[in-house]
C-alpha cells in the first residue's frame, strides 16, 4: 500500500511536492476514468479543441438520485485523503472536498508556459479572501511517464520564497495579485511533474506551477487528472498564517 515515507515528507516539505507512485489500483483507476468519461459524454469538449479542457464538478449534497458524485466516492476509495493526513499535522486532517476538477489535456498542443500561477486568485473587481486551501492533490488517470505529454510545470521550493514574500508584505498581497499570474519572487528553473498513471501528486498550495503542453499526435490518449484541493481542518479562519508560514500546517518542525 502506497505511504508517505519520511523521504517522501522532506521532499514536499522542501521542493514543494512530490508524486507518489502507485497510490490507485487497477480497480480505482477504471472507476476514475469511467466517472471521467461519462462527465466528458455529458460536457464534451468542442470538436476539434485540441490543449487544455476542465471540469470543476461541485459535490454539494447527495444529488436528486440520492447518490454522491462519482468522483467524490472516488476521493473516498482512493486513498488520497489518508495519504494527504500524513503530509499534514495529525491535528490537521484535510476537511473532504465539495468540488473537483478533472483536468485533461487534448494533442497536439505545442505549448510551453511563459510563467506559473497560483489558484485560487479571484479577478481584482471581487478581491476579497482569496480561495487558499493546504495542499494540492491530483490523481493520474494516464500516464505522466514522459514529459511534454500534458504534465503539470512547477517550480521548485517556490512555496516557501512565497512565503517569505507573504511574511514581508502581508498575507492579503496574495489577493491583489492577478488571476493567472504569481508574485514578483525567485522562481528558479521549471520541472515537468512525471510518473506513472496510478500516482498521485501532491503539491502546496504556495507552489509555483503552471498547464503543460502537450506535444503529441491527435492520434494519442488525452492526458486525465482528477484534482482535489484540499483544506487542512480549520484552514479558512487560519489562511493568513498558513500561507505566511508556508509549512506550518504539515508534520515536521514548521
Ligand atoms: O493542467 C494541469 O495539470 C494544471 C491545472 C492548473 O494548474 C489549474 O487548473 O489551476
Ligand atoms: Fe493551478
Known amino acids: ?68 458524485h462519482g468522483l467524490l466516492r472516488f476521493y473516498r476509495q482512493s486513498g488520497i485523503a489518508e495519504l494527504a493526513a500524513a503530509l499534514l499535522r495529525p491535528d490537521l486532517p484535510p476537511d473532504e472536498p465539495d468540488f473537483a476538477q478533472l ?83 525567485d522562481l528558479g528553473e521549471p520541472v515537468q511533474a512525471t510518473g506513472d498513471a496510478g500516482s498521485v501528486l501532491f503539491a502546496h498550495y504556495l507552489l509555483a506551477h503552471n498547464i503543460g503542453g502537450y506535444d503529441g499526435p491527435a492520434s494519442a490518449p488525452m492526458r486525465q487528472v482528477i484534482y482535489y484541493r484540499l483544506r487542512a481542518h480549520g484552514h479558512r479562519v487560519r489562511w493568513r498564517d498558513a500561507v505566511a508560514r508556508p509549512l506550518s500546517e504539515f508534520r515536521g518542525a514548521a
Open 1 to 68: 500500500m502506497a505511504e508517505i515515507t519520511p523521504r517522501a515528507l522532506a521532499a514536499f516539505r522542501t521542493q514543494g511536492y512530490v508524486v507518489i507512485p502507485g497510490v490507485l489500483d487497477e480497480r480505482q483507476r477504471a472507476f476514475g476514468s469511467r466517472t471521467a468519461a461519462a462527465m466528458l459524454t455529458a460536457q464534451p469538449p468542442a470538436a476539434g479543441h485540441t490543449g487544455p479542457y476542465f471540469l470543476w464538478p461541485r459535490f454539494g449534497l447527495a444529488g436528486d438520485c440520492g447518490h454522491d
Open 103 to 185: 483536468a485533461t489535456t487534448i494533442p497536439p498542443w505545442t505549448h510551453r508556459p511563459s510563467g506559473p500561477h497560483v489558484d485560487g486568485i479571484s479577478p481584482p473587481a471581487q478581491a476579497g479572501q482569496p480561495e487558499t486551501f493546504s495542499v494540492l492533490a491530483g490523481a493520474w488517470l494516464t500516464d505522466h511517464a514522459e514529459p511534454d505529454r500534458g504534465n503539470m510545470w512547477i517550480w521548485p521550493g517556490t512555496h516557501l520564497r512565497l512565503g517569505e514574500y507573504l511574511t514581508e508584505h502581508g498575507a492579503d498581497a496574495l489577493g491583489r495579485i492577478y488571476p493567472g499570474s504569481y508574485p514578483p519572487i
